[in-house]
C-alpha cells in the first residue's frame, strides 16, 4: 500500500506544479526527481532510526527547496521538485522497508509518477483541454528599471526567498520537537500542518487565513474520517476505494476554497491511519490537538521572525497588474498586434492579485463594523485590488474590438474602454503612491501538500 500511497501524493503536487513547463523543465525534473527521491528514502529512515538526525535534514532540504527562488524561475522549479519526495514520506503513515532495494524502488516510484504526470499534461495540452497558464514576468523597459532598483534595495535587506526559507526551517524544527516530545507516536500531524500553513507564504495576513481554513477544513474531515475509519477496520480493501474518491473530491472543490482541500486531504490521512490500525475514536482528540499546534507554531514563526508584510506582497503584485495595463494602453496606439499577448499576461497578473486579496479585504469588511479597526492600508489596498479587478472586463473588451472589422459595431466604444481603464489605473496608483511601489517581478510558485 504504501509505495501506491506514495506514487499518488508525488502525482497530485507534479501535476500543479508541472503545468505549464517547458521541455527543459521536464527533462530537468525527469533528472532530478528520481535523485532526490532516494535521498528523501534515506532521510525518511533515518527519521525512523535516528529522529534527531533525520528531523534536522528533513527542515534542512525543504528550507533549501525554498532558498533556491532567489535563483530565479529555473532553480525555483528545481527547488519545487526538490520538496515533492520529502512531502511525500511525510503523508505516508508507513515507509518502505530499509534497505537499497527500497532506496531503488523510492527512484522508480519517483519516475513512474513523473512519466505519467508529464504524458498526461502533454496529451491534454495537445487536446485543448489544458491551458498554458498566463506569463506574469514583465517585459518593459519600465520593469526593468524597477527590477534594478529592487536589487540594489535587497543589498540592504534579507530577500523574501531567505525569509521564507529561514521561517520554513524554524517551524519544521518547532514542529518536530512539540509533535515528537508532546504527542508522541502521532507526531506526524502537528509537522504536516505547520508545513502547509507556512509554505507558500504570501504574507503574515495568508498564513493567518491559511491556518483558519486549515483548522476549520481539518477539524470536519477529521471528524468524518475517524468515523468512516472506525466502519472500515484495519486493512479494509472499502476504505482504499474511499480514499481514491475523496482525493478526485479534493481535486475537483481546491478551486472553491482552500478549506475543502484541507478538509478532503485531512480525511485521506485519518482513513490511511486507520487502514494501518489507527481506527479509535480516542485518536479524534489528538489530532485535533496536534492540527492545532502546528497552525499556532506556522503563526507565530511567520509573523515575528522575518515576517513577510502582506502590504509588500499586495502592493507589489498590484505594481505587475499596472504595467501590464500600462503596455496594453500603449500597444493601442503602437502595435495593436501584442493586445491579445499582454491580455494574457494581465489574466495573470489577475490571479497573483486574487491570491493574496482575502486579508485586505476581509479587514476592509470588519473595519467597517469594528470602530477601533484603524482604517489604514489594507482598506487601502482592498481599494486597489477591486480597481485592478475592474479593469478585466474592458481589457477583454478592447481584445475583442481589435478583431472586429471596421463594418461592424463593437458592444462598447474603445474610447469609452480606455477611460475605465485609466480611472481604476488612476485609484490604484493613488494607493501605491503612498508607499514605496515594489519591484514588479513574477514569483516563482511554491509547492505545498495541499
Known sequence: MDAPLIAVVLALTLARTQRGADLRGRLTGLIVLPLVAVAASEIGSLMLHHPNYGDTLFA??????????????????????????????????????????????????????????????????????????????????????????????????????????????????????????????????????????????????????????????????????????????????????????????????????????????????????????????????????????GAVIAIAVSWFVLPVRTTDVVRRRVADALITLGELLAALCEDPSVLEALAVRFAGNLAQVQQVATPPRAYRAAARHVRLMQRGRFVQLADAIDAVQRCAEPVRLLVQNAGVTSDARPARGTKSLVEEIRRNVATAREVLATYRVPAPRAEPAAVSAR
Not at 82 to 100: D, K, M, Q, R, Y
Not at 160 to 166: F, G, K, W, Y
Not at 212 to 234: M, N
Not at 266 to 282: D, K, N, P
Open 60 to 293: 534542512l532540504a525543504v528550507s533549501l527547496s525554498i532558498w533556491l527562488r532567489r535563483f530565479g524561475p529555473r532553480a525555483a522549479k528545481a527547488g519545487t521538485i526538490l520538496a515533492l519526495p520529502f512531502i511525500a514520506i511525510l503523508v505516508t503513515p508507513v515507509p518502505l522497508p530499509p534497505g537499497h532495494g527500497a532506496t531503488g524502488w523510492s527512484a522508480v516510484i519517483a519516475l513512474i509518477a513523473f512519466v505519467c504526470v508529464s504524458i498526461t499534461q502533454l496529451a491534454a495540452h495537445r487536446l485543448g483541454f489544458l491551458r498554458e497558464p498566463g506569463r506574469t514576468r514583465p517585459t518593459s523597459q519600465q520593469a526593468v528599471t524597477s527590477r534594478d532598483g529592487a536589487q540594489r534595495d535587497q543589498r540592504k535587506r534579507v530577500i523574501p526567498s531567505t525569509r521564507m526559507a529561514v521561517q520554513m526551517g524554524l517551524v519544521l524544527g518547532a514542529a518536530f520537537v512539540i509533535g515528537r516530545f508532546g504527542f508522541t507516536p502521532h507526531w506526524t500531524w502537528t509537522v504536516i500542518t505547520a508545513f502547509v500553513v507556512c509554505s507558500a507564504n504570501r504574507g503574515r495576513g495568508d498564513v493567518v487565513y491559511k491556518s483558519l481554513l486549515r483548522l476549520a477544513g481539518a477539524a470536519g474531515g477529521t471528524i468524518a474520517a475517524t468515523a468512516l475509519a472506525s466502519l472500515f477496520g484495519p486493512h479494509d480493501n472499502r476504505s482504499i476505494v474511499l480514499i481514491f474518491v475523496v482525493l478526485a473530491l479534493a481535486n475537483w472543490l481546491r478551486s472553491f476554497s482552500y478549506a475543502y482541500w484541507a478538509g478532503c486531504v485531512t480525511s485521506v490521512l485519518a482513513l490511511l491511519q486507520g487502514y494501518f490500525g489507527e481506527v479509535h475514536l480516542s485518536l479524534l482528540g489528538t489530532r485535533l490537538e496536534e492540527i492545532l499546534a
